[in-house]
């Protein structure tokens, strides 16, 4: 009877290397930072962004001269957001039609809109930038806009 001898297995190149130990870059207290601001984080509210959009565009009222002022300062936040979002993620570079609507979005936002009495326009100009950011990052980014 002849036995056959199996050839040994061969090892894997890199399971010959130990893993170095992982040192932290920063101290404890720079980690402890870093926590307490993902607790204080609050994601984008993409359902309300998107119901103050349909009431500021597509509303046959518009609101009053003192909401208006509100809307806008709403919007600007919210846009600088999605902003910050869209050309701070380097696994995204920005489009030049994202970079267009960051910068038209600021320089809307801003005009002086006063005490709101002649602010429809701006506002709605918002708006319409505000949504297209939104489409425009649902489209690249995979941002999801579902109303839930």
Do not use: C
Not at 17 to 23: F, I, S, W
């Amino acid at each position: 009877m002849t036995v056959a001898m199996a050839a040994p297995v061969p090892a894997h190149p890199l399971s010959s290397l130990v893993p170095e130990k992982h040192v932290p870059q920063h101290n404890r207290e720079f980690y402890e930072e870093v926590v307490a601001r993902l607790r204080l984080w609050t994601p984008l509210p993409v359902g309300q962004i998107i119901a103050t959009l349909e009431q500021v565009l597509e509303s046959p009222d518009p609101p009053p001269a003192a909401e208006l002022v509100y809307l806008h300062w709403v919007m600007r936040s919210w846009h600088e957001r999605l902003s910050n979002i869209a050309t701070a993620d380097r696994r995204f570079p920005p489009s030049t039609g994202v970079l267009r609507l960051v910068n038209a979005g600021r320089a809307i936002g801003d005009e002086p809109i006063g005490d709101g009495t002649q602010a429809l326009g701006p506002v709605r100009r918002l708006a319409s930038t505000l949504s297209d950011l939104l489409d425009e990052m649902a489209n690249t980014q995979g941002l999801r806009v579902d109303d839930d």
